[in-house]
């Protein structure tokens, strides 16, 4: 896709491609060094990062592969630098065993999968929402893990700062989902001027600290930082390891220091949860969508509406931690919730576990590389209905 | 409804996705909003391929084509997976030598030399830009010079001055073709 950003025009919009927008948005959040193997759809992103990074200041390096690009950016942040990766499905699953060292050594990361038909080399070139799963347990063991799930291209780009934002402030890995769909299109934006996007800084002890305890808890669960090279002593390591930073076995130390990195994002509920509703104020029908499935639902919500449908929609834009008490505070009111998705079913089952004692939760799954369109999802409501 | 929905396909190889992105730059910049999206398959050359435009005078809420005022096929292998977002209202513009089946006659399409008018001009892989002069010429999608200086600003360097003729002629050919007969 040659020059996939428009210059602005005279009242600010620009036409920017979804994965154009990813890439910019790195950039004004910071960040500073960008490893990965290129892959369809999300290709644009590794090659505008290439010419953009340099002339940040930064640093673009294509790897050998995605294990050893998701080693590069974990490296890159313990040395105090903003770094990100982007793939889709078959790089996703490569990248998990360090996603999992991010988790445990809580080191900020950004990982961008989008997403494409899978499994295996699956449907290159066509979209899917089939990583919801993967997304959140696609390593091993119980970690922690954001992820966010844009739904326009100017979405992308919120998201894209807002994930390195989250990373900073809870020393987790975070990743951007999105479908083929919002990756490839271009759309219509109005993007902030350059440097006046808010930025998070991370925590970080004072340099040279003698008394400085790596993985000491604190108030809000998220020890502070040492960098590299700036004098604190520092262990990091893979195996769970105590306050110190060095391996245990100790059953006590393990458990107090597991629960607290997997019960630290709960301290930051409201930092992390977001979500958007539409016209649910007396829906007695939900749907509950993500990504451009959850455009389609907008307008066929609008068009429920039209023919005396109660319907209304609610849209996670944070997809894991599941926004739980919104979605519950409107089940308790419908009557029936629908979720459609290009998979065969993934995200439905969170929905089913919040829902199901409000009432009926049911699904419309497509997965034949095509998108939903709003016709299939207005013909449900009214079956529905 | 306010919006305006394009199809251009036909297969790989035949410049539809960056015809897409000029129009959609056009039309950005003569006001409007855009969602532009695109199918292609995993070849290098050949397969279906296609660029889909929604333009509106707001925000563009559901970004796909559901029911296309225009489409335009340059290879017939495109042509099945269209039926279904045609309507009575559709307009549809055809390459004459690369699309023979009559399966869209009943939609009463417009069929132009646009491939051969490319090959005249001195390079097949202009009948993109031969194709979009028709269309801006056939439609009020925007104007004739938006639509030049989206070229400029978008098309490869070594093509600018091909595809300006390009344009040029299309739009020839487009306007001869919207005479009443």
Redesign the interface.
Known sequence: ????T??S?Q?G???VQGNAACAHAAVAAGCRFFAGYPI?PSSEIAERLSGELPKAGGVFVQMEDEIASMGAVLGASLGGVKAMTATSGPGFSLKQEHIGYAGMAEIPCVVVNVMRGGPSTGL???PSQADVMQARWGTHGDHPIIVLTPA?VQEIYEQTVRAFNLAEACRVPVVVLYDE?VG?????VTLPAPGTVALTARKAPPPNEAAFVPFADTPDGVPPMARFGDGNRIHTTGLVHGEDGFPTQAPEVIDRVMRRVLNKLDHHVELIESYETHAVDDAELVVVAYG?TA??A??AV?LARDRGIKAGLFRPVTLWPFPERPLRDLAAHAKAILVPEMNAGQLCLEVERLCAAYGSVERLNRIDGE?I???AILQRLEQMG | MDSYEIRLCGTGGQGL??AG?IL??AV??E????????????LSRGGVSQADLVISSS??????V?DLDFLLVLDELAVAGTHELLTPASSILLDSERVATDVLDACRPIRLPLVETARTLGNLRAANMVALGALVALTDVCQRDSLEAAML????KGFQQINQRAIEVGCGLGAESKQPA
Do not use: C, K, Y
């Open positions: 896709m040659p020059n996939a428009s210059a025009t009242n919009r620009r036409l369809t290159p070139t066509r326009s769909v490839h299109l271009l759309e219509t451009i455009r389609a907008r307008r609008r998108p369109a709003p016709a | 996705i960056l992105r959609a730059d950005v910049r006001g409007r909003w855009v969602a532009q999206s695109q199918a292609f398959e995993p925000m563009v809420d559901f970004p796909l559901s600003r978008v098309s490869p």
